[in-house]
């Protein structure tokens, strides 16, 4: 065989071993990027956690921020009791003229950690995109009610009928294909056996996920749910708010913090206030009972006498130079300008609600009213931080009075 013949030859089984050489690193590489595959796969849904107690989602479908936040901590406190995960609902608000509600991430005004250390919790945006096509597909998205809610279909929860029904369920695209009425059930998280009775009634190996029309929680708050305030902390964002605030406009030293309720609506409510004296968050003053005094008109829509009085009063207790108003219409301002002229008075010039419940909460006192849920956030909050607060024309009655 010539050299030139001899080389052909070599260069051909040179060019064949290659080619099965690369074929079965190609090979070898395609069946470890499938294992690696997979394992990334098997890690990512192990990070998930799905929880096999299986979770909660409601609709915050009552009222504004307030009566929300009652309901919140209804809801936070059933979920344990019941041994599920809770999904934090975003907020719902209303911007007008927008015709519609709109959804704010829970998340933008409160951290998420805190509220693990009382029970397990997650964002209802992370639960929609990471865990409900598996634990909870569009097929088998059944929605509760306690009965047939008023709606097209006669026999169902028409959970998504309405203001804000319908947008805040439809904020994360979720239609439901069923009803399921769990009445007689209650939420009295004090009874134990009732507590039993969801947990039988709806296992989470059957029902993974329990979507509720509205809050799984009374309203207004009930004593053994208000210590849970505890776990709700401000987002950075708003505290940061909250401090810039105090640092740019109110003096140095004590500064007072005021809630005023005294739009149109409120004035309609509290004509209610003698077939209801318990109204809203009257509790807060007077005792789930009454055991502490009796509801008054004045308490509910103070004069502008009763605010400056009680504002000079509180103002000469704590040597204060600044007071801090958050109100929804009227804020008083020419009237206790003019009875404490040494004194700065200031609110945000525009509307903030959360701010201004930030600052309330960091006041050296506050005053607030005794039938304002708004005003009941405050107090929550001051009450656990050991800070004083008092109410609108309300003076708590003594033992020996009772």
Known sequence: MSEGKRKSTKQRVQLSFSHRLTGRIHSMALTLLHVVGVSVIFSHILALEVDPKGYILYCPCMGRFGNQADHFLGALGFAKAIDRTLVLPPWVEYHFPKPKSVQVPFDNYFKVEPLKAYHRVMTMEYFMKELAPTVWPPKDRAVM??????????????????????????????????????????????????????????????????????????????????????????????????????????????FIGIHLRLGSDFAKACEHLKDSPSMFAAA????????????????????????????????????AKGVFVATDSRDVIDKMSKAMKNVKFVKQSESNPHVDLAILGKADHFIGNCISTFTAFVKRERDYNNKTSEFWAFKKKERDEL
């Open 145 to 254: 009610c306690y009965q047939a809610r008023h709606g097209s279909t006669e026999k169902g929860c028409n959970a998504k009928e309405g203001n804000p029904f319908g947008p805040f369920w439809d904020t994360f695209n979720i239609d439901f294909t069923s009803s399921m009425f769990y009445g007689p059930l209650s939420y009295d998280l004090m009874n134990l056996h009732e507590m039993k009775r969801w947990k039988d009634k709806y296992p989470a190996s059957q029902y993974p996920v329990l979507a509720f029309t509205g809050a799984p929680a009374a309203f207004p708050v009930q004593s053994y749910s208000v210590h849970l305030q505890q776990y709700l902390k401000w987002s950075n964002k708003i505290d940061t708010k909250a401090n810039k605030f105090i640092k740019d406009n109110l003096p140095e030293g004590a």
């Open 284 to 319: 807060q003053c007077i005792g789930y009972n009454g055991e502490h005094g009796k509801t008054t008109q004045e308490m509910c829509y103070p004069s502008d006498e009763t605010i400056v009085r009680q504002v000079k009063n509180v103002v000469k207790r704590f040597k």
